[in-house]
């Protein structure tokens, strides 16, 4: 069983910067697409972005393209999100997800086979 731990969230002011980590432990990280998603209160999880298993392919949501940067480290089974001129439409419990198919990362959270508990990041105004 994969298990996923999330760190890094916080209270930040509008214009500032976070960056989350995720480490993976119990499987094989490397062969893993990995992804970050997000929920804000009353809302639907949301995909943010995710990273092929070579980091060769990247996917972002549009609100976040050009703000926030997904990454991973292969000898160290994490996975990052740097996020950037953060927003207070940001303001959510931010997961990640492990996906054990072979293919192109997607933004489906169902396709997702395992998950984190998330951190909580807090974008004042």
């Known amino acids: 069983q994969v298990q996923l731990v999330e760190a890094g969230g916080g209270l930040v002011q509008a214009g500032g910067s976070l960056r989350l980590a995720c480490a993976a432990s119990?499987?094989?990280?490397?062969?893993?697409?990995m992804g970050w998603f997000r929920q804000a209160p009353g809302r639907e999880r949301e995909f943010v972005a995710a990273?092929?298993?070579?980091?060769?392919?990247?996917v972002y949501a549009d609100s976040v393209k050009g703000r926030f940067t997904i990454s991973r480290d292969n000898t160290k089974n994490t996975v990052y999100l740097q996020m950037n001129s953060l927003k207070s439409e940001d303001t959510a419990r931010y997961y990640c997800?492990?996906?054990?198919?072979?293919?192109?990362?997607?933004?489906?959270?169902?396709?997702?086979?395992?998950w984190g508990q998330g951190t909580q990041v807090t974008v004042s105004s």
């Open positions: 990273i092929s298993e070579n980091a060769a392919n990247l």
């Open positions: 119990g499987g094989t990280f490397s062969t893993y697409i």
């Open positions: 997800a492990a996906d054990r198919r072979y293919g192109a990362p997607l933004r489906t959270p169902e396709l997702y086979d395992f």
